[in-house]
């Protein structure tokens, strides 16, 4: 599985961006997918998830203000970002957890898009 995140840009504090992560491959092999960043100085964090199931968890930082979702007949995934904080700055990551059954597969993930959130 091949993964291609884009959507990060510059914005401004209260403002909204869209991420998306398309994946390529045996999309199949899914078994979760989401988001995690990595500022400057700081350590990397999940931001959110969506299994399988459908099931979403997200970082206590952004509940109420981010948005995980997947479009399965595009193998798209999606993190809406409204109100966005300065502290939100950081280089994106989308991820996949892969597995077949109970056979892990592994983890794979995309290149990281920039989001900065200005004050």
């Known amino acids: 599985v091949q993964l291609q995140a884009s959507g990060g840009g510059l914005v401004r504090a209260g403002e909204s961006l869209r991420l998306s992560c398309s994946a390529s491959?045996?999309?199949?092999?899914?078994?979760?997918t989401g988001w995690y960043r990595q500022a400057p100085g700081k350590q990397r964090e999940l931001v959110a998830t969506?299994?399988?199931?459908?099931?979403?968890r997200y970082a206590d930082s952004v509940k109420g203000r981010f948005t995980i979702s997947r479009d399965t007949s595009t193998n798209t995934m999606y993190l809406q970002m409204t109100n966005l904080k300065p502290e939100d700055t950081a280089l994106y990551y989308c991820?996949?957890?892969?597995?077949?059954?109970?056979?892990?597969?592994?983890?794979?993930r995309g290149q990281g898009t920039q989001v900065t959130v200005s004050s």
């Open positions: 991820y996949a957890d892969l597995g077949r059954g109970a056979l892990s597969l592994g983890s794979t």
């Open positions: 969506i299994i399988r199931t459908g099931t979403t």
């Open positions: 491959g045996s999309a199949r092999d899914i078994d979760a």
